[in-house]
């Protein structure tokens, strides 16, 4: 008896051309069987092709594509266990709720008994019961979303795949149904690839995260791996919000030391991902927000803000959001540095105040410039 391969995909050094254009350039990863896998990157990066890829819709120039264990290359989509769920959904507006989940069942030629006993038990699943008998345009864009998903996952797909699903939706609708998308991906047990552009949407659904920029994916890892230890400036940059500096090493001990940046100041640093950076290498620097403690001037001597990172600023402004508030800073030399604030309505920082920016240099992650010697 063999055992049920690990993997429910696997792509091993995928590339595809189009003419001159590399759109997706040796990429490889593996996905464990039941997990939400997202692919995150800016628009242009080649995420879509990718997943056309592994839906069947494009063949790669180069490599191979692994479902269950088995190769799918040459193999067209209809007959690939794998689903998708595009952003607009194509739900069928001339078919009410059952018969939109039940169309791809009576493709397969499945009976009617069998196919009234899984499309009930697919709207059991997603929580939605009551609605067989609904037409398309009676549902909510939350329900549509999950109908779009009941369609897929009543034909048991290996993997369902989702190409900015939550695109359409409106803000509070998007935030309710990541945390949606993630039960009922528990609920199928089922892996979920998940294609996007908001960092958001990756971070709190996802299992493992791959960041993809310029055809390639440049880390994968789980969400708290990619915010707290990115390999590359390119994820320091695009997980989560940074500041960031540009300047030149003046003094190094590999790990870490101090870098004189564009606007002359000296920033004690450590080197992200374990890299060795020597003196005169030319670097960016990323520092986060949460990091940075913003201290009133007349208050520095009694504040308990302390790193070996200190810069004086001018408050610009503040940007109210509850507990995760946060103050723009105008630096010496006009930069703008974002940090996070506690506000109270009592005793607030207000714009216009003198304060130093406090942060520790284990906090400054420090990566080598891109064609930097």
């Not at 008896?1 to 995909?9: A, G, I, K, R, V």
């Not at 940075?292 to 503040?318: F, P, Y």
Request: a negative charge; proline letters at 4%; glycine letters at 10%.
């Amino acid at each position: 008896m063999t055992n049920s391969p690990m993997y429910d995909l696997e792509c091993i050094n995928i590339a595809k051309s189009f003419g001159s254009i590399r759109a997706v350039d040796d990429v490889s990863f593996d996905i464990p069987s039941g997990s939400f896998f997202s692919i995150l990157g800016p628009s242009g990066c080649g995420k879509t092709t990718l997943m056309r890829m592994i839906a069947g819709f494009e063949e790669p120039s180069a490599g191979d594509i692994k479902i269950k264990g088995r190769s799918v290359l040459g193999t067209p989509p209809n007959k690939r266990n794998v689903k998708m769920v595009f952003q607009h959904l194509a739900l069928f507006p001339m078919m009410n709720v059952y018969e939109n989940i039940a169309y791809g069942l009576r493709c397969n030629g499945v009976s009617n008994t069998e196919i009234k006993r899984k499309v009930h038990d697919v709207l059991e699943r997603i929580a939605l019961p009551d609605v067989a008998d609904r037409e398309i345009h009676q549902l909510s864009g939350g329900q549509k979303q999950r109908i779009a998903i009941a369609r897929c996952m009543v034909l048991d797909p290996d993997v369902l795949l989702l190409d900015e699903p939550l695109g359409a939706l409106d803000l509070k609708l998007r935030e309710a149904m990541k945390i949606e998308l993630k039960l009922l991906q528990h609920q199928f047990n089922t892996t979920f690839i998940y294609i996007t552009h908001d960092q958001s949407e990756a971070l709190v659904m996802s299992d493992h995260v791959a960041i993809m920029n310029q055809g390639q994916f440049e880390q994968i890892g789980k969400p708290q791996e990619l915010y707290h230890h990115p390999k590359t400036a390119f994820v320091a940059g695009f997980v989560g919000d940074s500041n960031r500096w540009s300047g030149k090493v003046k003094s190094s001990d590999g790990s870490g030391g101090k870098v004189q940046t564009e606007q002359g100041l000296e920033m004690a640093f450590t080197a992200a991902g374990g890299l060795k950076i020597p003196e005169g290498a030319g670097v960016d620097i990323f520092v986060r927000p949460e990091f940075i403690h913003a201290v009133r001037q007349t208050d520095a001597e009694s504040a308990s803000a302390t790193g070996d990172n200190r810069m004086e600023g001018i408050v610009d402004s503040l940007l109210f959001n509850g507990a995760n508030s946060r103050v723009l800073v105008r630096g010496p030399q006009g930069e703008l540095i974002e940090a996070d604030v506690t506000l109270t309505g009592d005793d607030d920082i207000k714009p216009g105040e003198n304060v130093y920016l406090f942060w520790s240099s284990r906090q400054a992650m420090c990566f080598a410039s891109r064609g930097a010697a």
